[in-house]
């Protein structure tokens, strides 16, 4: 089971090719289909976790049982079962071969003319600039002295990737560092060679056999970061000294579970190092420093099962010019430069190599490399009880703990210790008001005489409007996908600032420049430290703020942008709101943020008024309750505005990216389509990517979870698969249920927010 349905689909493409190589190659890959299965050991949580994978297999079509400890020996004989609650068995899970995997495929690629160069190191990657201004590839210098023309450059270079991407100019930031990881082998000892991939994560470790012994490994909790001064050009196929003191809590524990170890010898242990990330995710995609650089590298120890679906991924991208799926938790453009400082790296790396078997609890949150960027209320904040989250590097208050308890999240796959608080915070901004800390968007400045023209033809709505006026508007592809959703506010007749979510600075940023015409007068500027940002929402927002200022508010309409004073600072104050209330989006200097801060929360209380911090985990369900969408959840490059219910933020009178696809799309009707749910049992908790079912059929998943405190039940957002396209009735004559953990709840489905549909409360 991977992470994301990309990652599922990318990784049964490789089973299929493990398995048909060989017919093509006439070189056997090893590949053996032997089904593999994941052990929950009692009182750790893992069993809830492996019951919510059973019911999201059903999401993805991938076949999954859940088996009882006294079963287990059925399909792994020689396991230790005493301590278990039960296990997750994939029948589908297969292994290969490493080794042959690699002549397979080399075997195949020369026969349709690839040349593989052995021993021939890369000195240099040379660019030059093209049409539009932006460095491209044209070149690489090997060590052999010769110099290779080229359109297109893949960056394939595993643990050196990182340094590779230092070959150019300029520098192509690739976030990934080595670290040590361990296996042992064991003598022939006539194992059945069928034996099931075993996992046990709750002890670190897996297993499989080979050679008629066994083979056993693991993600310890604590790793061990090596080459921290960069990998030496000479250490391919090198291997480190063992380290029985290292392995020690891996070898432990795979006696305690497969006993028989215990009369095994020992052939070998081998220590070598693997790269990682700072997400435990892989790298791919085109570097958004440098035109028609690839990069894939990263893979986190799960090279074999990834590289056929990512090199099937990054074939199409090559191309076709663009990602054939939804590609971005894979994404290169992820990261900011930041994540590649090596001190970040060295400290992430000791924790993400144990994140493949820790258990993957909702909200979990990476603690090392932290903090890294902080807002300039990050010290107020804390001491009013936040509980930090990082995205794209900020901390980020989550939730606030009230005085006596700890700001510190106790995960579970049930309402956590933040519900009640979070709770508070949801109920303040609904009656009252409320501020989040927002400074984490990314924000650009568009500034030219060409601006106009150039975001008339990125921008599916009309954002050649009044100067004030802010546009909510979707980025689309040529297929009419969401490449990103923004509000861009018109701030002069030439300049716009375009605001984006956290996570997208990187990639949006990209995006915009790379469709900017050769020809056009027009600067796009990362503004994100510049502006701090505070949400404040809720009924009393404009009493609060009335008071706070000596401007006038009343004519600020929704949808509009006014520069108001709060104290010694002028501020832009954006009328708009992510959580449906009444609200403005305060737009302040980010050396001026503090002053507003402490102005505003004095003149809540000089006034009476209960203003309250708020987070981010407020944010979450106070937005799907009201059915707003989220990038990269919702709304992806594979979803449309007609299917996401959007199309108020199309405007078809004007030439855009991804105007006839949509035409086409409005004309031939579509086959899949946000819908919103709403939980009848009030103790059912969603938290993602569990299955819909229409009738009894599992038609899709959700996309976006929570608990509604304002409607007292879980709410969600999903992406419903209609193949015979959507009738009149198709909703409200269908019974609507979703599968939690092996339990079918029902739910109501609806097209419109469950909180404040018409709006009324915005409008105020």
Same mark, same amino acid.
């Given at each position: 089971?991977?992470?994301t349905e990309?990652?599922?689909?990318?990784?049964?493409?490789g089973t299929q090719l493990y398995k048909d190589l060989e017919t093509e190659t006439g070189k056997s890959t090893g590949y053996k289909p032997t089904g593999s299965i994941t052990v929950a050991r009692k009182g750790t949580g893992r069993m809830q976790h492996l019951m919510l994978n059973y019911s999201r297999a059903k999401s993805f079509g991938i076949q999954a049982d859940i088996i009882q400890p006294h079963n287990i020996a059925q399909y792994f004989p020689i396991m230790n079962t005493d301590d278990l609650e039960g296990a997750l068995w994939l029948p589908g899970d297969g292994c290969a071969d490493p080794s042959d995997v690699c002549h397979s495929l080399a075997k195949g690629a020369k026969s349709r003319g690839m040349k593989i160069f052995e021993n021939t190191g890369v000195v240099k990657i040379n660019t030059e600039i093209d049409e539009f201004g932006h460095p491209i590839v044209h070149s690489v210098e090997t060590s052999s002295g010769h110099t290779i023309r080229c359109e297109k450059l893949l960056?394939?270079?595993g643990q050196w990737a990182r340094q590779i991407g230092k070959l150019s100019s300029p520098h192509v930031n690739v976030p990934l560092h080595s670290a040590e990881h361990f296996y042992v082998v064991t003598?022939?000892?006539?194992?059945?060679?069928?034996?099931?991939?075993?996992?046990?994560p709750d002890g670190y470790i897996y297993g499989r056999e080979w050679s008629g012994g066994l083979l056993v490994g693991g993600f310890e909790p604590n790793a061990k970061p090596c080459f921290n001064d960069g990998v030496p050009n000479d250490f391919a196929y090198g291997l480190f000294d063992e380290d029985w003191d290292h392995f020690e809590i891996l070898m432990n524990n795979a006696l305690h579970r497969i006993p028989v170890l215990n009369n095994m010898s020992v052939r070998q242990m081998v220590n070598g190092p693997e790269s990682f990330t700072p997400d435990n995710q892989y790298i791919l995609g085109e570097a958004p420093e440098i035109k028609n650089y690839f990069v894939a590298a990263g893979f986190n120890s799960s090279g074999i099962a990834s590289a056929a679906g990512a090199g099937k991924a990054l074939s199409d991208w090559i191309i076709n010019g663009n990602p054939t799926k939804d590609l971005w938790d894979l994404d290169i453009r992820r990261f900011g430069t930041f994540q590649n400082n090596p001190k970040?790296?060295?400290?992430?790396?000791?924790?993400?190599?144990?994140?493949?078997?820790?258990?993957?609890w909702p909200k979990k949150e990476y603690m090392s490399g932290r903090p890294l960027r902080r807002s300039s209320t990050y010290e107020r904040l804390k001491n009013a009880g936040a509980c930090f989250g990082s995205k794209m590097g900020w901390e980020r208050p989550n939730w606030f703990a009230p005085k006596g308890v700890e700001p510190k999240n106790i995960y579970s796959f049930t309402k956590q210790n933040w519900f009640k608080h979070t709770g508070n915070e949801h109920h303040n901004t609904r009656k009252n008001v409320t501020l989040f800390d927002q400074s984490s968007f990314s924000k650009f400045l568009m500034q030219g005489r060409d601006s106009v023209m150039v975001l008339q033809y990125l921008c599916s709505n009309n954002v050649d409007v009044d100067i004030g006026k802010i546009v909510y508007t979707g980025l689309l592809n040529e297929e009419g996908g969401f490449e990103s959703d923004c509000t861009i506010t018109r701030t002069g007749p030439t300049s716009f600032m375009i605001i984006t979510s956290t996570a997208q600075t990187t990639r949006d940023s990209d995006w915009i420049r790379k469709n900017i015409p050769s020809d056009a007068n027009c600067v796009l500027t990362d503004i994100t430290s510049s502006l701090a940002v505070f949400g404040v929402m809720g009924p009393k927002s404009r009493e609060l703020l009335s008071l706070a200022t000596t401007s006038t508010l009343d004519d600020i309409q929704f949808g509009y942008q006014k520069e108001i004073d709060i104290d010694y600072a002028n501020v832009k104050a954006s009328r708009i709101t992510y959580v449906g209330e009444l609200g403005w989006e305060l737009y302040i200097p980010t050396e001026f943020a503090l002053t507003v801060y402490d102005s505003l929360f004095a003149t809540a209380k000089k006034n009476n008024i209960a203003l309250a911090n708020g987070g981010y985990y407020a944010i979450e369900s106070l937005r799907i309750e009201k059915g707003y969408?989220?990038? %990269?959840?919702? &709304?992806?490059p594979k979803i449309t505005p007609i299917e996401a219910g959007l199309s108020f933020a199309v405007d078809?009178?004007?030439?855009?990216i991804g105007k006839s696809a949509l035409q086409k799309q409005k004309e031939n009707g579509i086959k899949k389509r946000v819908v919103l749910f709403r939980f009848e049992d009030v103790e059912a908790y969603p938290l993602g990517k569990e299955p819909i079912l229409r009738n009894g059929k599992v038609v899709g998943f959700l996309t976006s979870a929570a608990f509604g405190y304002t409607i007292n039940? %879980?709410?969600? &957002?999903g992406i419903v698969n209609s193949e015979e396209g959507y009738q009149k009735g198709w909703l409200s004559q269908s019974k609507w249920q979703v599968e939690i953990s092996g339990i079918v709840h029902n739910v109501r489905a609806s097209l419109k927010p469950f909180h404040d549909p018409k709006n009324i409360n915005i409008l105020k």
């Open positions: 089971m991977r992470a990309t990652e599922i689909d990318l990784s049964i493409y960056n394939c270079g003598d022939h000892s006539d194992l059945d060679n069928n034996l099931p991939i075993f996992r046990d970040y790296l060295k400290e992430r790396v000791s924790e993400s190599l144990g994140a493949h078997y820790s258990i993957n969408r989220a990038w %990269g959840h919702d &709304i992806t078809y009178s004007k030439d855009f039940s %879980g709410v969600a &957002i």
